[in-house]
C-alpha cells in the first residue's frame, strides 16, 4: 500500500510509475490488485492489459491530472494511441473511459474519479505488439555451484513488486543489476535463454506475455564463473546480451577463492557494539535491504516496542525503498545500544544473507 499527502503541483511515485497533478493539498493511496479476476472480462470485452491495475482512493481533495503507466511502444505504431482505453473497476460491474492523452510511458486523464483502473488495449492489436520489457537477475550461490533466475515480463510495477516478493523468500537470494533491452520486444513472442558455459537452462523458451500472477523465469545451473548471457527471439536474433563478472556477485564477506574452495577464510565480522555496527554500515544497509525486509523489519520493531505505532505509521507511507531504509536505521539508531541489537537480531532472523554481506553479528540484548 502506498499512501501520499502532497501539496499543489506535480508528482511521481518511482515505485509505481503513477503520476498526478494537484491545485491543493491531497492525500491518495494505492495498490496493485492482480488481474486475474478480469483476465476472462477482458477477453469477453475484447481489450487486453496495457499497464498494471491500480486500486486508488483519495482520502483528501481531488486530482487535476493522473497519468497512468503503461508498457505499449508507440513508436512503432503511433496510432495505439487511438486503441488505448481506461478501465474502471466498480462495484457493480466495469466501465470504460477516453484517454486524454497518451505519451511514451503514460496515458493521461483529466478530474479523475477512482476505482481499480488501468491502461487497456483493444484485443485485436496486442498481436505483432511491441512493448517495452524489463529483466531482472538474481542469483543463488550454493557451494561450488550458481543459480542464475532471469525474469522477462512486460513493464509493470506491480510485476516488480511480485518478483522481489517471491525472491525475498529464497534463501540467499541477491539482485544483480543488469541492462534492459535496449529496443522493445514483440508482445506473445517466444525468447531463449543462451549462457554458453551452463549446465542446464529451464525452461527452454519463455513466451512473453502478460501474467496474472509472478512473471516466469529462466533458471539456470552453471559453476561459478562470469556470466555470459545472450536473450535470443524467434527470428534467432539476438535481442539482449550482459556480461556478469564474478566480482558483483561473489561478495566480500566471502572472497572469491573461499568460495571457490581454494581454503582461504572469509574476512572477520564487524566487533563492537550493536549501535557502532549498525552506524558502519548505514549506507550499505540502505542500498542492499529489500522492500519486503523492511516491511517484516517495521513489524518487527513494533513488536519488540523499538518504535511506537505512530514511528510506524509515519515510515509506512513512505513509497521509495532507500527513503525508507534510511528513515528506519536513522530511528533506530536515535534509541541507543539496546534498539539497535533488536535490529540487527530481526535482521539476522529476517535476511541472514544480508547481515552476512554487512559483516553484522547478532548481540546479546540486555534484559
Partial sequence: MFRHRT????????????RWLCERDVILKYHFRNWEPYSHLLKDMQYTQGGPLLDITMELGELEEVHLPHCVCLGTNPSLRNEMKILHVEEHGVSLEEVHEVTRFHAKILHPKFSAISVILRYIFSWNLDVHCELMLYLTVKKQTLIPRLYLFPSNPGQILAVEQQESKFQGSKRIPITRPEQSLELNSSFRLNIPCSTSIFPPRIHLIHRDTTPSFFKVVMKITEIEMELIGDDERIVWKEIVPTDEYISETHSTSAVLGAG??????????AEKQL????????????????????????QHTVI?????????????????????????????????????????????CLCSLLQINSVRVPT
Avoid at 501539496?7 to 503513477?18: A, R
Avoid at 582461504?264 to 557494539?273: D, H
Avoid at 558502519?280 to 516491511?295: A, I, Q, Y
Fill in 7 to 18: 501539496p499543489k503541483g506535480s508528482y511521481e511515485c518511482t515505485v509505481s510509475g503513477l
Fill in 264 to 273: 582461504r577464510p572469509a574476512e572477520s565480522s564487524l566487533t563492537g557494539s
Fill in 279 to 302: 552506524r558502519s554500515v548505514r549506507t550499505e544497509f540502505v542500498k542492499r535491504v529489500s522492500g519486503p525486509v523492511l516491511n517484516e523489519l517495521l513489524d518487527g520493531l513494533l
Fill in 308 to 352: 511506537n505505532q505512530e514511528e510506524m505509521e509515519s515510515v509506512k507511507v513512505i513509497a521509495e525503498r532507500t527513503e525508507k531504509a534510511r528513515d528506519i536505521i536513522d530511528m533506530v539508531l536515535r534509541k541507543g545500544n539496546e534498539s539497535c541489537s533488536r535490529m540487527i537480531n530481526l535482521l539476522g532472523e529476517l535476511d541472514p
